[in-house]
Each structure stands twice: as structure tokens, then as C-alpha cells.
């Protein structure tokens, strides 16, 4: 009889341990969230993440930049002036206006090889010139001033010019030294002479004029020079006064984020 009622209670104790375990895993199992709100809340971290990442990106990216252009060196209005003054462009090129640098650099060699072509082709023109008088009116040209070939040019020989400074009564002009000697072969050879030494002239004037061009090249570059470094700082003051202010308010409860961006000036 004992043994039957022992073999009662065993059987009535697993029964209720069984039961009181299939309760426990029932309210564990009621407590676990499901697969889907597990996915659903690893979605919407996910998304808010890439959202907060891609919002400090562009703040980091819009305050660089800001802060780059603030930040930027101010340049000196003398410097610039100079250097552009000794060297067209250079002061643009100092400023980081390569355009214009190369513009006034370019126009100064284009210049200064002018003035060599004209200047070369005017002695040129004009040593051809002596030589073609010396052999065709027997002139000695050495040492001789500008004006004795502007006379042998006009007259025939030096007779004819002594002869018309005389009724002139221009005595201190007349030649009286057989090394001022000139007569030439025909009037078409002093003619000839004649075209060759204006043509000489005309190349060395403009060579003059090239060299006036390379004057104000460097004053045109200096004053621009001038005018861009004013304009370099008047930006960069500008710039400096920019402002962006980013505002990111996140509401946990739906996930949403929404972004204010402000920009003062």
C-alpha cells in the first residue's frame, strides 16, 4: 500500500513540474519579440544610421569648404603691384590668375620680339644703305652723324649742297673737309639710296613704338595686378562672414529625421 501511494506522488510531481516548465517557456515565449519586429527595428537603425552619416558628411564637406575659402590668404596690393611691374602676369600669377598671367606674359614676349625684329631689320636695312653709298658716290661713311646721309640723300654731290646752304646762309652747315666728299653715279642710284634709308628709319621708329607697348604692358599689368588683389580680399572678407547652420531632430518613436540647413551671410 505505501509503495502505491509513492508511486502516486512521483507521477503527480512530474506532472506538475511539466506543467509549471511549459508555463515558463509559454511566458518566455510571449516576452521575445518576433522575427519581424526583430527585422522591422533593424531596419529603421539601419536607415537612421545611413541617414545621420550622410547628413555629417555634407556638414563636413560644407564646413571645409566654407572654412577653405575663409581661411584663404590675403594677398599685399605692393607686392603684386611690383612684381607685375618688373614682370607682366607675374602678379597675377601671385594672385592664382593664370589667365591673365599667361595674357600679359605672352603680350610681353610677342613685344620684346618685336622690338628686336624691328630694331635688327632697321641697322640691317641701313648698314645695306651706307654700303650702297659708298660704293655709288664714293662717300666715306665711317663716323659720320645722321644728318651728312639725310644731305648726301637730297643732293646729287657736295657741291650742290654747299652751293644751297650758301644762298641759305647756312655757312656752319656747309662741307669744307674732303672727308664729307659725295657725288653720286645718277639720281636713280641716290634715289635708291634714299628709299633704303627712310625704310631704315621707318624700322627703328617702330621699334620705338614697340618699345613704349612694353612700357605700358607693364604699368596695364601692375594696375590690374592692383585691381585683382581687391578683389581677392573683398571675397575672402566675404567669405569669411558666411555662416551654415545644420539642425538634425530625430523622433525615436516613428524614426524619422528631419534636417534645417541655414546659410547667413
Same mark, same amino acid.
Given at each position: 500500500? /505505501?509503495?502505491? !501511494?509513492?508511486?502516486?506522488? &512521483?507521477?503527480?510531481?512530474?506532472?506538475?513540474?511539466?506543467?509549471?516548465?511549459?508555463?515558463?517557456?509559454?511566458?518566455?515565449?510571449?516576452? #521575445?519579440?518576433?522575427?519581424?519586429?526583430?527585422?522591422?527595428?533593424? &531596419?529603421? @537603425?539601419?536607415?537612421?544610421?545611413?541617414?545621420?552619416?550622410?547628413?555629417?558628411?555634407?556638414?563636413?564637406?560644407?564646413?571645409?569648404?566654407? *572654412?577653405?575659402?575663409? *581661411?584663404?590668404?590675403? /594677398? !599685399?596690393?605692393?607686392? #603684386?603691384?611690383?612684381?607685375? &611691374?618688373?614682370?607682366?602676369?607675374?602678379?597675377?600669377? @601671385?594672385?592664382? $590668375?593664370?589667365?591673365? =598671367? /599667361? =595674357?600679359?606674359?605672352?603680350?610681353?614676349?610677342?613685344?620684346?620680339?618685336?622690338?628686336?625684329?624691328?630694331?635688327?631689320?632697321? $641697322?640691317?636695312?641701313?648698314?645695306? #644703305?651706307?654700303?650702297?653709298?659708298?660704293?655709288?658716290?664714293? =662717300?666715306?661713311?665711317?663716323?659720320?652723324?645722321?644728318?651728312?646721309?639725310?644731305?648726301?640723300?637730297?643732293?646729287?654731290?657736295?657741291?650742290?649742297?654747299?652751293?644751297?646752304?650758301?644762298?641759305?646762309?647756312?655757312?656752319? $652747315?656747309?662741307?669744307?673737309?674732303?672727308?664729307?666728299?659725295?657725288?653720286?653715279?645718277?639720281?636713280?642710284?641716290?634715289?635708291?639710296?634714299?628709299?633704303?634709308?627712310?625704310?631704315?628709319?621707318? =624700322?627703328? !621708329?617702330?621699334?620705338?613704338?614697340?618699345?613704349?607697348?612694353?612700357?605700358?604692358?607693364?604699368?596695364?599689368?601692375?594696375?590690374?595686378?592692383?585691381?585683382?588683389?581687391?578683389?581677392? !580680399?573683398?571675397?575672402?572678407?566675404?567669405?569669411?562672414?558666411?555662416?551654415?547652420?545644420?539642425?538634425?531632430?530625430?523622433?525615436?518613436?516613428?524614426?524619422?529625421?528631419?534636417?534645417?540647413?541655414?546659410?547667413?551671410?
Amino acid at each position: 500500500m /505505501k509503495l502505491k !501511494n509513492l508511486i502516486y506522488v &512521483l507521477l503527480l510531481t512530474t506532472v506538475v513540474k511539466g506543467y509549471a516548465e511549459e508555463k515558463h517557456s509559454a511566458v518566455h515565449s510571449y516576452l #521575445a519579440p518576433s522575427p519581424i519586429s526583430v527585422a522591422k527595428a533593424q &531596419l529603421m @537603425y539601419d536607415l537612421k544610421t545611413s541617414q545621420e552619416q550622410a547628413v555629417y558628411q555634407f556638414s563636413q564637406s560644407t564646413d571645409s569648404t566654407i *572654412n577653405s575659402e575663409a *581661411n584663404g590668404e590675403f /594677398k !599685399n596690393r605692393g607686392k #603684386a603691384f611690383i612684381r607685375s &611691374l618688373i614682370l607682366p602676369g607675374s602678379g597675377e600669377r @601671385y594672385l592664382g $590668375k593664370k589667365t591673365l =598671367a /599667361k =595674357a600679359f606674359l605672352i603680350t610681353e614676349i610677342t613685344l620684346w620680339v618685336g622690338y628686336v625684329a624691328f630694331t635688327e631689320y632697321g $641697322k640691317w636695312i641701313r648698314e645695306d #644703305a651706307y654700303a650702297f653709298a659708298a660704293t655709288h658716290s664714293g =662717300a666715306k661713311t665711317e663716323s659720320k652723324p645722321f644728318q651728312f646721309f639725310v644731305d648726301i640723300g637730297n643732293y646729287a654731290d657736295v657741291n650742290e649742297y654747299n652751293d644751297a646752304k650758301q644762298r641759305m646762309r647756312q655757312f656752319e $652747315k656747309v662741307y669744307s673737309s674732303d672727308d664729307y666728299y659725295w657725288q653720286w653715279e645718277n639720281s636713280q642710284s641716290r634715289q635708291k639710296f634714299e628709299n633704303m634709308r627712310i625704310a631704315s628709319d621707318q =624700322a627703328i !621708329n617702330r621699334s620705338v613704338f614697340v618699345l613704349g607697348g612694353i612700357f605700358a604692358n607693364h604699368l596695364l599689368s601692375a594696375i590690374d595686378a592692383v585691381w585683382q588683389t581687391h578683389r581677392h !580680399n573683398k571675397k575672402l572678407n566675404q567669405n569669411s562672414k558666411k555662416q551654415v547652420s545644420i539642425n538634425i531632430q530625430t523622433n525615436h518613436k516613428t524614426g524619422a529625421i528631419s534636417l534645417n540647413i541655414q546659410k547667413l551671410f
